[in-house]
């Protein structure tokens, strides 16, 4: 599976992001997505998650209410749609896949086989 994440950028607070990744490689569909983010200096934290049916959708806390996670099993692709950005969701966002996941494991990077490149997301106070 390759992944191509895209849409970072430089934003101020309270401003609004939309990321992407497209996958390939095998058949999208079987696969849970996650989005994963790491700020200079901490490691790396989990933001939020799809099963691969479409049906569930995973947030950590700190981005509950404010991002979004959609999939697209016939373009092959995730979005992330961030609102009301804040200075501390600035990091290096990574879109990851895995199959097989279950609810009490797919906040965890490690389970994840498959990564993008990342992408950065920069947000000015």
């Known amino acids: 599976v390759q992944l191509q994440a895209s849409g970072g950028g430089l934003v101020q607070a309270g401003g609004s992001l939309r990321l992407s990744c497209a996958a390939s490689?095998?058949?999208?569909?079987?696969?849970?997505m996650g989005w994963f983010r790491q700020a200079p200096g901490k490691e790396r934290e989990f933001v939020a998650a799809?099963?691969?049916?479409?049906?569930?959708?995973f947030y950590a806390d700190s981005v509950k209410g404010r991002f979004t996670m959609s999939r697209d099993n016939v373009k092959n692709t995730v979005n992330l749609q961030m609102n009301s950005l804040k200075p501390e969701d600035t990091a290096v966002y990574y879109c990851?896949?895995?199959?097989?996941?279950?609810?009490?494991?797919?906040?965890?990077?490690?389970?994840?086989?498959?990564w993008g490149q990342g992408t950065q997301v920069t947000v000015s106070s």
């Open positions: 799809i099963k691969s049916n479409g049906g569930s959708e």
């Open positions: 990851a896949a895995s199959s097989g996941l279950i609810n009490s494991s797919i906040r965890r990077s490690d389970q994840y086989y498959y």
């Open positions: 490689g095998r058949t999208f569909r079987t696969l849970s």
